[in-house]
């Protein structure tokens, strides 16, 4: 089982920045693809970026051009970022790191970090 831990949420007004990052303890032997998803209040969980182990990126229309994600690995630590600008109040919601054995099919996912964007 994957370990996975997001840090990097907070309060942020309109138009702020926040960086949210997740760090994942992973098999040097396996690729893993890597996802942020959010769930804002009395809404589903949505994807909100996504990239491969070949490093493909895919984003949710509602935030393309504003966040970018990327990754790194080093030895067995994966570490998931999410750069997050011009923030609007409708991206206030919890986040999630999901982090997929391609192999296994397999998903781990962080206990979460609270975005609030308010003026």
């Known amino acids: 089982q994957v370990q996975v831990v997001e840090s990097g949420g907070g309060l942020v007004q309109p138009g702020g920045s926040l960086r949210l990052s997740c760090a994942a303890s992973?098999?040097?032997?396996?690729?893993?693809?890597a996802g942020w998803y959010r769930q804002g209040p009395g809404k589903q969980r949505e994807l909100v970026a996504s990239i491969t182990a070949a490093g493909t990126i895919n984003y949710a229309d509602s935030v393309k051009g504003r966040f970018t994600i990327s990754r790194d690995t080093v030895f067995s630590q994966l570490t998931v970022d999410l750069q997050m600008n011009s923030l609007k109040p409708e991206d206030t919601a919890v986040y999630y790191c999901?982090?997929?054995?391609?192999?296994?099919?397999?998903?781990?996912w962080g206990q979460g970090t609270q975005v609030t964007v308010s003026s």
């Open positions: 999901n982090v997929r054995d391609t192999s296994l099919r397999s998903d781990s």
């Open positions: 992973v098999s040097v032997f396996r690729r893993y693809d």
